[in-house]
């Protein structure tokens, strides 16, 4: 039986991205993976909720709980050297290059196993000139629209980070979900239990101010 095709929303800012990326392609390669990049920051100014860089505690945690992650999957991974950094010009480069797997992994690999960032100015331009890639292909009005659809397409779905798995309009976020989608995927009947269902419809007791 054929895997549906799955919408893999991601931006190259995430080190769950990148480290659910590697765990999908490593431990389910048959997956029929679109990559879709979107600027995370754009979900967060629509959904009004800060990201996890952007509270003070939450980002030495972040960080140090992304290399326990690494090192419990044997996942190869190198901390850039600031963190939160502009992403547009690899997602734009992405978009360039069709967003294959080969590209969305040596991106990935640019900044999570160098350390490398766009603002790094010589590494960027060999990057550019590894892949065959001028500055002017990435900035083309076409590829902005074609970031700025994927960015509506996600909310229109519900989306509201990266890395999200969209598949049958079923919703998996974070690299914390990777076993739930593959169990979902594999027709376990959790899915299908009561329970799952009322997950869905539990009601709000409380509303905090703001």
């Given at each position: ?122 590494a960027w331009q ?23 659809d994927n960015c ?56 905090r101010r703001k």
């Amino acid at each position: 039986m054929s895997q549906p095709a799955i919408d893999w929303y991601f931006d190259f800012i995430s080190p769950y991205a990148y480290l659910q990326w590697q765990r999908l392609r490593r431990e389910a390669p048959q997956l029929a993976l679109k990559p879709k990049p979107v600027l995370f920051a754009g979900l967060l100014s629509h959904w009004d909720h800060k990201g996890p860089a952007e509270i003070t505690p939450k980002r030495s945690w972040t960080y140090a709980h992304c290399l326990w992650i690494a090192r419990r999957h044997d996942i190869p991974m190198q901390l850039p050297t600031a963190h939160p950094f502009n992403p547009l010009p690899l997602l734009r480069l992405a978009l360039a290059l069709d967003s294959t797997d080969e590209v969305v992994d040596r991106l990935f690999a640019y900044v999570w196993r160098q350390g490398l960032l766009p603002s790094d100015e010589s590494a960027w331009q060999d990057l550019l000139d590894e892949l065959l890639v001028e500055p002017a292909d990435i900035s083309t009005d076409a590829i902005k629209q074609t970031l700025h659809d994927n960015c509506e397409q996600a909310i229109e779905a519900g989306v509201f980070g990266v890395p999200t798995a969209v598949v049958n309009d079923q919703l998996f976020w974070g690299v914390d979900a990777t076993d739930m989608l593959l169990a979902y995927l594999a027709d376990d009947a959790f899915f299908r239990s009561e329970g799952y269902a009322k997950a869905h419809q539990l009601p709000a007791a409380v509303h905090r101010r703001k």
